[in-house]
């Protein structure tokens, strides 16, 4: 799997990455149009990604994946129970789309997620720093960090998460070109459109 599919401007580009690229890309894609089935993909995109990720020392990524695996699986299980409940009075008021389930956070709660977004940031980076052999602790630690919030959002269906999804895909650009990983780079690029058009998806 990780011998060369072909190469880009001199650069290899393994099979694994190009099948979890092509997996990625299906699952984002189809969750964006509020799809059960965006899911499947996405779940098998991650583990793939997780080998990669630690592959080329990006351990926070490598990591996150297992993150991935595990609210993905939620997320599969909530939108396809939700697919068959009505929302509560509360929820439909607090819902953008009550028939889709999708929900907006209070001003109030946009500042606790950017307070805990910012600390987590801070701890993963010490982490990456002090206990791995990487060389980009800090670069690692953004979109680890930003990924685990914004992936808890969106299996719960909040607006917010596809305006995190667009600065971490931002980033994480910056982090593979790095590494090289160019088709990966490539799809976070392909991912920061897909996040803003799923943002304003949401928002009908």
């Not at 909530?78 to 509560?88: E, L």
């Not at 690029?189 to 897909?194: F, I, K």
């Amino acid at each position: 799997m990780l011998d060369s599919a072909f190469d880009i401007a001199g650069h290899s580009i393994s099979r694994l990455e190009l099948l979890a690229f092509a997996l990625a890309l299906a699952g984002v894609a189809l969750t964006a149009r509020v799809s059960v089935w965006g899911w499947p993909p996405t779940i098998a995109a991650s583990g793939l990604y997780g080998w990669l990720f630690y592959e080329h020392r990006l351990y926070g990524d490598a990591v996150l994946q297992a993150f991935f695996i595990a609210v993905s699986v939620w997320g599969w299980r909530a939108w396809g129970d939700q697919a068959h409940q009505r929302p509560s009075e509360s929820e439909a008021r607090q819902s953008l789309d009550p028939r889709l389930g999708i929900r907006s956070l209070a001003p109030t709660s946009v500042f606790k997620l950017g307070l805990a977004l910012f600390a987590a940031w801070l701890a993963i980076g010490a982490l990456l720093a002090r206990l791995t052999d990487t060389d980009v602790p800090w670069l690692d630690a953004a979109p680890t960090a930003g990924s685990v919030f914004a992936q808890v959002l969106l299996a719960r269906k909040f607006l917010q998460a596809w305006m995190l999804w667009t600065g971490v895909n931002a980033i994480a650009i910056a982090l593979f070109i790095t590494k090289a990983l160019w088709l990966t780079a490539l799809l976070y690029a392909v991912l920061l459109v897909l996040s803003v058009a799923g943002w304003r998806h949401w928002r009908r």
